[in-house]
């Protein structure tokens, strides 16, 4: 009889590798990689959708930033405050991917005629697309140069028929805690808001953009659509919009209602007046080393400074 | 010690490629991500900021630790803990000095003057400056206990007010300076409780005496 005595090297048969598994080895690992890959890429799959999507048409193009440099495609979408995405520049462009911009409407409410839900395709006139180069200036100090593709804000809210009780436009952005997972800190009070006085809204420069470079705008840059107004700074310019309500008071933003101190229901660009907490006299261009001198109304003072005549900016900052 | 050298060590060599680049922060094409993102003057000095606050924070967390951890061996690490600290907190300044105001000593008074928060960090600076400079052997010799362990208690100043430096440049209401001002909460608690147990055992071995 064949005793046979285990050495500590000798494996149970249960111990050995399943030859299928064995033989698939590498593919597994293989498999690991692309998984591993594919976690750390599908962030950027939502910006790929936005790169690979088809150029608008763009009807008419005007720069109004002079001579200055466009900023660079990858500097607009890696450097965004978009807190409902993370409070650090670089969590929207990483994080943003969850939004879903297809389908979209945007509530249309208050004071006008006209109200109700209404989709993205019917808001805006994708055959009347514009480009505009603007200066971008954050509260923050630091500043871009962009080129937006939208339509002037105006034209949007004219089709509403606001009543003579409008005297303020209100905006908010989508919160959905479920797309959004900066939503669970209250670094501010959610959703989102932020509003103008009427006249500002029917502005020339007042812009609702729904592209980037000629592209659809990007989740971490306010996909699918935003408002600009480059004479104020940067917050005022909300993403995401959701809701459009005229109305007879006054609203107030959310950076204004954390802060009103310092962050005041106008906000214009005024190196006259600073942050209570820092200087607005100059301004950081990203990609530029040296600091720039900020101008008054960023520049659209021309444009700009009669909807303010007689308005004591100090105090109406 | 080499630890210690890693984050400053991974800044410079995104600098070093950013640099060598021409600056076309588009190196990082493999994530489509700058490392040292569009604004790599902040982000260098907040990166800066937040290592010498870590340091900071752990330099005051090694007395605690080894006495509640019974690990003296802890304490020896504190100087070097502390000197470094002090380095990405020199590193911090000299980036906004050089890199955010290149040198407009004008505009850096009017800073330390108006911006609250700097004038904070600038009193933390200057407080960690002594103690860095008598860190030495030779320094505790020449000074005496006493005199010596009087200058490092200036530690005790400066992480309540590096942290509310943090707090107060904040926008809106961030997590993070919140956390570390839980974390020196709890270290300067720390402290209190084991100074009350001092006097205690003190006042126990007196009245057994």
Wanted: aromatic share 14%; glycine share 6%.
């Amino acid at each position: 009889m064949l005793i046979k005595t285990k050495k500590p090297w000798d494996l149970s048969e249960n111990e050995v590798t399943p030859e299928a598994l064995y033989l698939n080895r590498r593919k597994i690992i293989q498999g690991f990689g692309v998984a591993a890959a594919a976690a750390v890429i599908s962030p950027f799959l939502g910006w790929q959708k936005a790169i690979a999507a088809p150029d608008f048409t763009v009807i008419k193009k005007t720069n109004y930033a002079g001579d200055e440099e466009l900023n660079s495609y990858k500097d607009i979408t890696t450097y965004n405050n978009y807190y409902e995405f993370g409070t650090s520049k670089s969590d929207p462009a990483r994080n943003a991917h969850t939004l879903i911009t297809e389908p979209w409407s945007v509530k249309v409410s208050g004071e006008a005629e006209k109200t109700g839900s209404i989709a993205l395709e019917d808001l805006i006139d994708f055959n009347a697309l514009e480009e505009r180069i603007y200066r971008h200036r954050c509260v923050e100090t630091w500043s871009m140069v962009m080129p937006w593709v939208g339509v002037p804000l105006a034209a949007v809210l004219k089709k509403f028929n606001p009543t003579s009780n409008a005297k303020f436009v209100r905006f908010e952005t989508i919160a959905d805690p479920k797309q959004m997972p900066g939503l669970r800190s209250r670094v501010l009070d959610w959703p989102y808001t932020e509003g103008l006085r009427i006249d500002e809204a029917m502005h020339p420069l007042s812009f609702l953009v729904v592209g980037l470079y000629g592209k659809p705008i990007p989740n971490q840059n306010g996909a699918p659509i935003r408002l600009v107004v480059p004479w104020k700074y940067g917050f005022k310019s909300i993403k995401s919009i959701v809701s459009i309500r005229f109305q007879e008071t006054q609203p107030v933003g959310s950076w204004e209602e954390n802060n009103s101190r310092e962050y005041g229901f106008y906000s214009n660009v005024n190196p006259d007046v600073d942050h209570p907490r820092w200087s607005q006299k100059r301004e950081r261009r990203i990609g530029e080393f040296f600091k720039r001198k900020t101008l008054m109304f960023n520049g659209y003072g021309e444009e700009v400074a009669s909807l303010y005549t007689g308005m004591d900016l100090q105090k109406n900052f | 010690m080499i630890g210690m050298a890693l984050p400053l060590s991974w800044l410079l060599y995104n600098w070093a490629l950013a640099v060598d680049e021409g600056f076309n922060l588009g190196y990082l094409t493999s994530l489509g991500f700058h490392q040292l993102t569009a604004n790599p003057i902040e982000y260098t000095n907040r990166f800066l900021g937040d290592w010498a606050l870590r340091f900071l924070l752990a330099s005051l967390a090694v007395t605690p630790l080894a006495r509640i951890f019974k690990f003296n061996q802890l304490v020896a690490y504190r100087r070097m803990i502390g000197l470094w600290a002090f380095a990405y907190v020199s590193i911090h300044l000299s980036s906004y000095i050089v890199l955010d105001q290149f040198f407009d000593w004008g505009e850096i008074w009017g800073d330390i003057l108006k911006r609250n928060f700097i004038t904070l960090g600038m009193i933390s600076f200057t407080l960690l400056i002594p103690m860095a400079f008598t860190s030495t052997k030779g320094w505790i010799k020449r000074l005496g206990a006493k005199v010596w362990k009087r200058i490092h208690k200036a530690i005790y100043v400066v992480a309540p007010l590096a942290t509310v430096h943090y707090f107060m440049m904040a926008k809106g209401n961030q997590l993070d300076p919140k956390i570390y001002i839980g974390i020196v909460a709890v270290l300067l608690g720390a402290r209190i409780w084991f100074y009350f147990q001092d006097k205690t055992k003190a006042a126990n071995r007196k009245a057994a005496a």
